[in-house]
Nanobody
Framework: QVQLVESGGGLVQAGGSLRLSCVAS????????MGWFRQAPGKEREFVGG???????YYADSVKGRVTISRDSAKNTVYLQLNSLKPEDTAVYYC??????????????????WGQGTQVTVSS
């Protein structure tokens, strides 16, 4: 059974940083791209960034320059480093597994599995 568990969220002041983790189990995920999305209250889930199996990354314009995604295949873990956080970054952050390196990581409907999310709250 595939399971994704996010952690690392919390309350942080504007300008601060957080590192989110997503631990995968039930499959070896090193050959699969992974993505991070977020959902703010009353809004749709939106793409934050993703990482292909080879390690290349792609980020949404809204966070580019402030976030970094990395993966540790030995630990079956993907990380999302959030820097220079703003109140508008407040959301529940989710990681997902994408089935193919040939797909579009920004398309939410292409993802197979999701974690339960971790809350990030940025105070002004």
């Amino acid at each position: 059974q595939v399971q994704l568990v996010e952690s690392g969220g919390g309350l942080v002041q504007a300008g601060g940083s957080l590192r989110l983790s997503c631990v995968a189990s039930g499959r070896t995920f090193s050959s699969y791209p992974m993505g991070w999305f977020r959902q703010a209250p009353g809004k749709e889930r939106e793409f934050v960034g993703g990482i292909w199996s080879g390690g290349s990354t792609y980020y949404a314009d809204s966070v580019k320059g402030r976030v970094t995604i990395s993966r540790d295949s030995a630990k079956n873990t993907v990380y999302l480093q959030l820097n220079s956080l703003k109140p508008e970054d407040t959301a529940v952050y989710y990681c997902g597994v994408h089935p193919s390196d040939n797909g579009a990581l920004w398309r939410i409907y292409e993802y197979d599995y999701w974690g339960q999310g971790t809350q990030v709250t940025v105070s002004s």
